[in-house]
């Protein structure tokens, strides 16, 4: 456990008491379960009855009423541990968040209780075959129908669907004003006549599957919209900001795991002469990933504080930015933890190969590095748009 000077007794108990429950499941029960194509279930429904999926949610429907910044202690300590949890991403942090701050009372308590202790999750359907990186293509529509809606479209890429019982679906209506399509998001029920879904072979070891789905003539109730018809591009960037910033957690926590096997190994790793970790080939590319994990855990930290404090804007610079460094500093920590070990870096023993393809899914997702060096350089520098 790594905590900052700056925390409050509070978010110091919650790490604390996070890292004891990541340790008593660990990187052999995550990866073994990934490996049997089985769930982590246990590991989400005592984390979920222990009040850490709730920690961002608000009292009245359960949660702990704290922000973003205490459920990236949550994932970052598991992920330290060797057991970070995908859908945390994606059922209290962007779904949560979203209904939260978007959705009608009835879906607030229809929703929120369940998320917080764990009986109730969430997916997010945004992401669509021909539209990338580019939401603003998505094709996937909602019309009226009476006074019902009918969704039609496709989204791929999609995490824990077959674990969720409803997902959430960004879609678009058209404006009866202008003609144009704005934004819309939806929740569909997994059971849903003409919503399907199929998984995804990965080359991935991990409990969280991939889909994709296809929702062919959905027929969905007035109240399946979230929200206000017309505010659902605010609504996707309210959800959106919690995402990046929770892959950087994510990203923290692993990184932290690898470095810390990889240290331990080179204490006490003995050839020639000494523990190979006295020698400056070891030590010092161990050090320079040490850190760019903490830079990338201090933008994560300043990110969740502006999220949390209602600065969308501000919020939106540094979650991509803690999302770049994160993805980075894996990367570099699970490639460098391997080297450190050598062959044993490669053994299911060791469980760091695992890692390699875990940690380089987030230089592409949820927004590719390129995308986010776009963001930067127009938002941030000013310079003229490339696309």
């Not at 973003?68 to 992920?79: K, M, T, W, Y």
């Amino acid at each position: 456990m790594t905590e900052f000077p700056f925390e409050s007794e509070e978010r110091r108990a919650l790490r604390s008491a996070v890292a004891a429950l990541g340790k008593r499941y660990g990187s052999a029960y995550m990866q073994g379960k990934g490996r049997a194509g089985e769930d982590s279930n246990e590991l989400w429904l005592e984390a979920g009855k222990l009040g850490y999926l709730g920690v961002s949610l608000p009292e009245q429907y359960g949660g702990g009423g704290g922000g973003i910044a205490d459920l990236v202690i949550v994932q970052e300590e598991l992920g330290a541990a060797g057991c970070p949890l995908l859908l945390l991403v994606v059922t209290p942090a962007i779904c949560g968040s979203i209904i939260a701050r978007f959705g009608t009372q009835a879906q607030k308590q229809r929703f929120l209780p369940g998320f917080a202790d764990g009986t109730e999750r969430m997916a997010f359907g945004i992401t669509e075959p021909d539209a990338g990186s580019n939401s603003h293509a998505i094709t996937t529509t909602a019309r009226r129908d009476g006074a019902d809606w009918i969704l039609k479209g496709r989204k791929v890429f999609i995490s824990g669907v077959d674990n969720c019982a409803t997902t959430m679906i960004v879609s678009r209506t058209e404006d009866a004003r202008t003609g144009k399509l704005k934004p819309a998001l939806f929740i569909v029920p997994r059971e849903a006549p003409g919503f399907e879904y199929r998984a995804i072979p990965m080359e991935l070891i991990s409990p969280d599957r991939q889909f994709e789905l296809y929702l062919d003539d959905v027929r969905l109730p007035a109240d399946a919209l979230v929200g206000d018809e017309d505010a659902g591009i605010a609504q996707v960037f309210a959800g959106l900001n919690p995402e990046r910033i929770m892959v950087a957690a994510l990203a923290n926590g692993i990184a932290r795991h690898a470095l810390d096997k990889a240290v331990a190994y080179a204490r006490e790793r003995t050839v020639f002469r000494g523990p190979i970790g006295s020698h400056q080939g070891i030590a010092h590319p161990l050090a320079q990933a040490k850190i760019e994990v903490e830079l990338a855990r201090l933008m994560t930290q300043k990110a969740a504080l502006l999220n949390d404090a209602g600065d969308d804007l501000g919020a939106g610079e540094a979650a991509n930015m803690a999302k770049y460094a994160a993805a980075e500093a894996v990367t570099h920590a699970v490639d460098q933890a391997v080297q450190t070990l050598g062959g044993n870096g490669l053994t299911q023993e060791y469980g760091l190969a695992a890692l390699i393809n875990f940690a380089r899914v987030t230089r592409v997702a949820p927004v590719s590095r390129e995308m986010i060096l776009n963001f930067v350089a127009q938002h941030t520098l000013g310079l003229p748009k490339s696309y």
